[in-house]
């Protein structure tokens, strides 16, 4: 794989550590061998750590870069949809016209979930976050597909591929309705995926002749563009939960709730939540001072939400497109004079104005318009990570797949032990 090597200097002793060299992006130093010469790399949070060699997608945080196996997101987002980009990351190719039109067929005709599963509805409380019943039921699937979770049968994988990329909108939306007490709308496989989910979050058996309900085309354009550009990101943390949990052998259900539990944290997936949080305790225009200045004080440990990434050290590519269709959705719902909207485009405006920012390149990240959109479109805000995590589904499947079609060692870290040096046991009486 390599012929140059890196030389590492301990103690007097050498050690020649393998260089490989990517596609794309920066060169690797092989520290595998470390281990046989006493000893371990250390860099708590991985911040130079590539935990695998991936074919899916590759991300250039400094100049803003984001290819989809070799796609680059803009042109997805601008001519491709959200199946066909699932597709191209499961495959590795884009679908050719048959192709596609057999994957959308596929996906539709899986859309439904079994009966069994509303019972596990029930059992939660009605004012259960969504994200804690899409950890329970995601994982619940398991118990459901005993005929394909072989998960070393290329077969099996592909099927439970379109089942979870299938089924997710339709928990989701069931969650959703769950919540306001609503009755669960099944999906209508007439519809397009991003027209069917709305559909099954938003109609009722009410709605009826003149007033069912209609999905409107400029915001089905919108979500499906919300989930297209959550497609994927490479090797996030739930993502990297998600082969970690795969890398034990466990059932592909039970590692995507993996991906969902760690999704849910405010900084990483619960961003979008957290962001129209804030805004909603910002609450006016005239408070935006204090929470800047508060966020700029090193001495307070306050973040605003929506703004910088881990690896983007620069505009956020997907944020970029994102921006478009949050002006898009406002035009077309009229909302441009929302106070909460409002805030949001004054934060947008200081942040890329303010020098603690830019000097720290602290960019709006997706989060911060995807929550903003879905706020316009009538989302409540705690699904919003839900909607990221059905957008993200591919992208786990896909790098779960690619892990498991080749050959991989269960995923099992180090220390740099600082606690107690071995010490005798004392009896209680002795204390
Ligand atoms: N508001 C104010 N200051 C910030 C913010 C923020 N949102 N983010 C980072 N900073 C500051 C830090 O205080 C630090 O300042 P210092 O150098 O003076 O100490 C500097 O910028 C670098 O920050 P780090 O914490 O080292 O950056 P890291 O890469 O570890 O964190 C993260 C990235 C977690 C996304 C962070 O920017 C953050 O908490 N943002 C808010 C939450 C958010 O929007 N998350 C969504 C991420 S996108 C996604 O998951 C799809």
């Known amino acids: 794989m390599s012929d140059r090597v890196a030389t590492l200097t301990i103690d007097g002793k050498t050690i020649e550590l ?4 990517p596609t794309e992006g920066q060169d690797v130093v092989d520290v595998g061998k470390l281990s046989a010469s006493g000893y371990f790399t250390y860099d708590p949070g991985f911040v130079a750590t590539a935990s695998c060699d991936s074919k899916i997608t590759f991300i250039d945080g400094d100049k803003g870069i984001l290819l989809h196996r070799g796609y680059p997101i803009e042109q997805l987002a601008a001519e491709s949809d959200y199946l066909e980009t699932c597709y191209l990351l499961l495959n590795g190719e884009l679908p050719n016209a048959t192709e596609k039109t057999e994957f959308v067929e596929t996906i539709r005709n ?11 509805f029930r059992g939660f409380r009605r004012d259960a976050h969504p994200m ?44 959703h309705k769950y919540a306001l007490g609503q009755p669960f709308v099944y999906p209508r496989n007439d519809l397009s995926y991003a027209e069917n989910f709305l559909h099954m979050m938003f109609a009722t058996p009410a709605h009826h002749g003149e007033s069912e309900y209609k999905v409107n085309p400029v915001i089905a354009k919108a979500m499906d563009r919300i989930f297209l550009l959550h497609a994927d990101h490479e ?13 034990t052998g466990a059932n592909p259900f039970a590692c995507i709730a993996s991906g969902i539990a760690a999704l849910w944290g405010p900084a990483h997936g619960g961003a979008n939540e957290a962001v129209l949080n804030q805004l909603a305790e910002i609450g006016d225009e005239s408070r935006i001072d204090e929470y800047i200045k508060k966020a700029k004080d090193p001495n307070d440990s306050f973040r605003l939400m929506g703004f910088g990434h881990r690896v983007y050290k ?6 970029r497109v994102m921006q478009q269709t949050c002006h898009e959705v406002f035009a077309e ?19 890329l104005e303010d020098e603690y920012f830019v000097k720290r390149k602290l960019y709006p990240n997706v989060d911060f318009y995807s929550g903003i959109i879905l706020k316009a479109i009538g989302i409540p805000v705690d699904m919003f990570t839900v909607i990221f995590a059905t957008g993200r589904t591919p992208g786990w499947i896909a790098q779960w797949n690619e892990m498991i079609s080749n050959p991989y060692k269960i995923m099992r870290p180090r220390q740099l032990y600082m606690g107690e040096n071995a010490r005798d046991f004392v009896p209680v009486d002795k204390r």
Do not use: W
């Open 18 to 21: 393998p260089v490989y060299s």
């Open 110 to 120: 899986h859309t439904m979930v079994h009966e069994q599963l509303v019972h596990l």
């Open 132 to 175: 804690a019943i899409m950890c329970g039921v995601v994982g619940a699937l398991s118990a459901f597909y005993h005929d394909s979770m072989d998960i070393d049968d290329e077969v099996h994988r592909k099927v439970t591929a379109h089942r979870l990329i299938a089924k997710m909108p339709t928990l989701a939306a069931m969650s």
């Open 235 to 247: 090797q996030n943390a739930s993502t990297s939960t998600v082969r970690m949990a795969g890398s």
């Open 314 to 319: 620069n505009y956020d590519p997907r944020a």
């Open 333 to 351: 719902l009229g909302v441009e004079d929302d106070p909460q909207l409002r805030i949001a485009q004054r934060l947008e405006q200081i942040a």
